[in-house]
């Protein structure tokens, strides 16, 4: 006889609802931490057979390589870009007095001259002083007036023409072509902005 308010309790249901009822008790934190401990266990713990397997196929990751649709290849191209390209696809050159903006380059032949030419004067044609940073230009091709930057000469300006220019020719103007470091040759121009 049982007593009177109480229920008759059957010993595996109740077991039953005692395993369903815990784990919805426990954070899933605690879940996660349970099972990295088990798995630690594993691989470090004794040799097990399953520890033994366990840590074979973590040897055989790392000696896995993916296939060559999946590896990544390094472009030489990408390596091989400098900051002066990367600058003037922005349409700015590195000069010495810092980075400038400019519009157009040209390729032209650059030669260079002084006051003391034949043919030459103490001015310009565009009443400038000859020599340093005043280049002669043919204005059908370069405006008198443009700011240039030429690599290895400097930032001048299109000053002065000439009868020998014309064309992708330009002279660069110095104070005494004797003490001028220029030599005759090819050079990529900036028209500066």
Excluded at 43 to 55: M, S
Excluded at 131 to 143: E, H, L, R, S
Excluded at 146 to 174: E, N, S
């Amino acid at each position: 006889m049982r007593p009177q308010g109480q229920a008759e309790v059957n010993f595996l249901s109740a077991i039953r609802g005692l395993f369903y009822f815990l784990p919805g008790r426990i954070p899933y934190k605690l879940w996660g931490f349970a099972i990295l401990a088990v798995s630690l266990y594993l691989v470090t713990g004794p040799n097990t057979t399953t520890a033994l397997a366990f840590r074979s196929s973590l040897n055989y990751l790392k000696a896995f390589n993916p296939p060559m649709l999946i590896q990544t290849f390094h472009s030489p191209v990408v390596k091989e870009v400098s900051e002066e390209e990367i600058l003037e696809n922005q349409g700015f050159v590195q000069t010495q007095g810092g980075i400038l903006p400019f519009s157009t380059k040209l390729r032209v032949f650059a030669t260079s001259y002084d006051k003391n030419c034949s043919g030459c004067n103490e001015r310009t044609a565009s009443g400038l002083p000859t020599g340093f940073g005043v280049v002669a230009v043919d204005p059908k091709v370069i405006p008198l007036g443009t700011k240039l930057y030429i690599p290895g000469y400097g930032v001048a300006v299109a000053g002065d023409t000439g009868g020998a220019i014309k064309g992708a020719k330009i002279d660069l103007g110095f104070d005494d072509v004797k003490s001028g470091w220029w030599s005759s040759r090819f050079v990529e121009i900036y028209i500066l902005k």
